[in-house]
């Protein structure tokens, strides 16, 4: 087995999105604009209803996939083909959007804490225009493994330690996986070569990967290799972990359109203006 090693180390960005819901933005900003597919990755966390109360109304998407995943708090999503469902902490959303849709996702609460991360993962040009679909993930639907003392890995996307998450029929053959250690646990993760790789330290002290270290609040991007070394020496952590086979083909991307072609963009505005989303 060859380990991984830490490549580049990001912090986030305070930024806000929808209505002006405050995040920090990991990729997706001048320090790591994209890692083929992760188009771009938020994180969000507040215990103040008046930094997400006004939610996401209704936008379009088209060319990519969205994956929201709950840590805490209750967020509704509804789009223009009548589709709705409720994410609640704990669980998930993989939606591909396809040939284009337009959606909302609106908080179910006015106070107390909504957490989570939005992970945009790309389409490949052959299946951009493909039909919208949602895999809505309930908590109870992610399987919860404990493959070594003191780990805790909750497996929403991929296999690992013989846990197969419930996303299924991704292009880009993804592993998402949220992971916690306590203080002096190791564990040992295996990757496909071929894969992209970023880990993300969210809770706790830092973390040790590889031959390097991870503050909390930093996104790490993963080298080449098939497996990965994780260990909590100063104190618990909690980290998301993200893997996925790289398209290598051009991205043309505004705003909530990606695609291949400046003039793929130009359809898309056009088909959103008509109404054809």
């Known amino acids: 087995m060859t380990p991984r090693t830490l490549t580049h180390r990001v912090r986030g ?160 053959a993804p592993l998402f996986v949220d992971i916690a250690l306590a203080q002096d646990a190791r564990l040992a993760l295996a990757l496909p070569a071929a894969h992209a790789a970023f880990a993300y330290v969210f809770e706790g002290d830092g973390l040790a990967l590889g031959d390097g270290l991870l503050a909390r609040g930093e996104l790490g991007v993963l080298g080449a290799g098939d497996t990965v070394a994780l260990a909590a020496p100063q104190g618990a952590a909690r980290l998301i972990l993200a893997a996925a086979a790289p398209l290598h083909e051009p991205v043309a991307r505004w705003g909530p359109f990606v695609m291949n072609t400046p003039q793929q963009i130009e359809q898309a505005l056009s088909d959103y203006r008509a109404g054809r989303l």
């Open 13 to 172: 960005l305070p930024t806000h999105d929808g209505a002006g819901v405050r995040l920090t933005r990991l990729i997706g900003q001048p320090a790591l604009e994209m890692l083929d597919p992760f188009l771009l990755l938020d994180a969000f966390g507040s215990d103040r209803g008046s930094d997400y109360i006004a939610g996401f109304p209704d936008h379009p998407h088209r060319g990519f996939e969205t994956v929201t995943y709950m840590l805490a708090g209750r967020m509704r999503h509804r789009d223009n083909h009548g589709n709705g469902g409720l994410l609640e902490a704990g669980g998930a959303q993989w939606m591909t959007a396809g040939r284009g849709l337009v959606h909302s996702e609106m908080p179910e609460q006015t106070e107390g804490e909504m957490r989570g991360f939005q992970l945009w993962v790309n389409l490949p040009a052959a299946h951009k225009m493909m039909p919208p679909r949602y895999q809505d993930i309930a908590p109870t639907q992610i399987p919860e493994v404990e493959p070594a003392p003191g780990t805790r890995v909750r497996v929403v996307a991929g296999e690992a330690f013989g846990a197969q998450g419930p996303v299924q029929g991704i292009l880009t």
